[in-house]
């Protein structure tokens, strides 16, 4: 299990080796811990496992999801069992799709450019309409400079490391190009993230990486970052 050097931020996530997919969640320990993303109902026992390592899952105070797609928000109703007092926080597009998991409840809802402050982190909130899904959400913590950032910059490993300093750029395309598409619209969200000084990118799928960042962000806006930023 990683954690991030000094941030608080635990990599918790389940790798499936006969995909070559990950199903990735993190957890970040400050003042009101946060997870990102529950996991699918597959993986979020082992996801929940991983949890109880580092804190009390009835600690938890809130559970950010970039999107509410099954590898997402899949876990959630085996999280809020544990943690009834956690805050789910998503778009209000996403919140509507949370009865498909048998919760009926009022998310937190966040809107482009919102932030929550959890303690020494406080999470930023960007729009990232069709990178996955409709109404899906980019989160910045600004302390470590890390972007949970959805099926952006995801992408499938035949040899699993949590962190990757390799340039992956091209599965990171193959990926985009498989699971997103050419949306104009999700490349514009893209090419905004230039404005943020990301040192860690930590997708929903894939390891997190380290490296090339701005490389990774102009290859997923290119086309678009001439005339939009």
Same mark, same amino acid.
């Given at each position: 299990?990683?954690?991030?050097?000094?941030?608080?931020?635990?990599?918790?996530?389940?790798?499936?080796?006969?995909?070559?997919?990950?199903?990735?969640?993190?957890?970040?320990?400050?003042?009101?811990?946060?997870?990102?993303?529950?996991?699918?109902?597959?993986?979020?026992?082992?996801?929940?496992?991983?949890?109880?390592?580092?804190?009390?899952?009835?600690?938890?105070?809130?559970?950010?999801?970039?999107?509410?797609?099954?590898?997402?928000?899949?876990?959630?109703?085996?999280?809020?069992?544990?943690?009834?007092?956690?805050?789910?926080?998503?778009?209000?597009?996403?919140?509507?799709?949370?009865?498909?998991?048998?919760? $009926?409840?009022?998310?937190?809802?966040?809107?482009?450019?919102?932030?929550?402050?959890?303690?020494?982190?406080?999470?930023?909130?960007?729009?990232?309409? $069709?990178?996955?899904?409709?109404?899906?959400?980019?989160?910045?913590?600004?302390?470590?400079?890390i972007l949970f950032s959805g099926e952006a910059f995801s992408t499938t490993a035949s040899r699993w490391n949590t962190v990757s300093t390799h340039d992956l750029t091209e599965l990171i395309e193959a990926y985009y190009d498989t699971h997103v598409g050419d949306s104009e619209i999700a490349r514009d969200s893209i090419v905004r993230l230039k404005q943020l000084d990301i040192r860690l990118i930590a997708p929903?799928?894939?390891?997190?990486?380290?490296?090339?960042?701005?490389?990774?962000?102009?290859?997923?806006?290119?086309? $678009?970052?001439?005339?939009?930023?």
């Amino acid at each position: 299990m990683f954690q991030s050097n000094k941030n608080g931020v635990y990599w918790i996530g389940t790798y499936i080796p006969a995909s070559g997919l990950s199903v990735n969640a993190y957890l970040i320990v400050d003042d009101l811990p946060t997870l990102i993303n529950a996991g699918a109902p597959i993986t979020v026992d082992r996801l929940i496992k991983k949890l109880n390592t580092v804190i009390e899952p009835g600690d938890l105070q809130y559970i950010v999801l970039n999107q509410t797609g099954i590898d997402y928000a899949g876990g959630l109703k085996n999280l809020t069992a544990l943690a009834p007092q956690a805050r789910i926080v998503t778009s209000e597009y996403e919140s509507y799709k949370l009865g498909l998991y048998g919760l $009926f409840i009022q998310p937190l809802i966040v809107q482009d450019e919102d932030t929550l402050n959890i303690g020494d982190n406080t999470l930023h909130f960007y729009s990232a309409p $069709f990178v996955g899904s409709p109404d899906a959400v980019y989160a910045y913590a600004d302390l470590g400079g890390i972007l949970f950032s959805g099926e952006a910059f995801s992408t499938t490993a035949s040899r699993w490391n949590t962190v990757s300093t390799h340039d992956l750029t091209e599965l990171i395309e193959a990926y985009y190009d498989t699971h997103v598409g050419d949306s104009e619209i999700a490349r514009d969200s893209i090419v905004r993230l230039k404005q943020l000084d990301i040192r860690l990118i930590a997708p929903g799928h894939g390891p997190m990486l380290k490296n090339y960042v701005h490389k990774y962000i102009d290859a997923l806006s290119k086309g $678009f970052a001439s005339t939009l930023y």
